[in-house]
């Protein structure tokens, strides 16, 4: 079937795919029409790099605090790199980090009522000479088409 006819067949479908597309021609219209899943890094405060020394601070007080009494303080470990220490932390606690969980407000592309949320990112036409970015919270059925150009069952 034609993306044409199942829109005919299913008048949620239709109303879906126009708000979606609604939304992503105003971004686009700014120059941010590439929607992808996820966040930067820079979008969570658990992957700073205040957050980072802290680490590493708290690695330098464990091995400090081994030194016997009276005796001289011999530190000997290696310090995770900030990107050693991010990657740690996304495939670790942090790897669902993309999924918000359930958030009242309505999707910010279709405008699904509250539900479950993704994080998904509208980046500029041409990343490599604009580093900013806009953040959207989107439902399952938005993230799915942005992520394999799945369109939602809503029967
Ligand atoms: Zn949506």
Redesign the pocket.
Known sequence: MTLEEQLKESPRLKRWYEE?HSSLASIASVGFGNLVPGWPDTKFSELSHDAYLEHCRGLLDDALNETEDGKDAVVSITLPTFKEWKDKLKEGELQDRDNLGFIHSG?E????LAGNRHAVTALPDDPSTNSDYYTYE??D??LAFIANGDLPNLD
């Not at 592309?109 to 699904?112: D, P, S, T, V």
């Open positions: 979606f999707c592309l279709c405008g699904a989107v439902c059925d938005c």
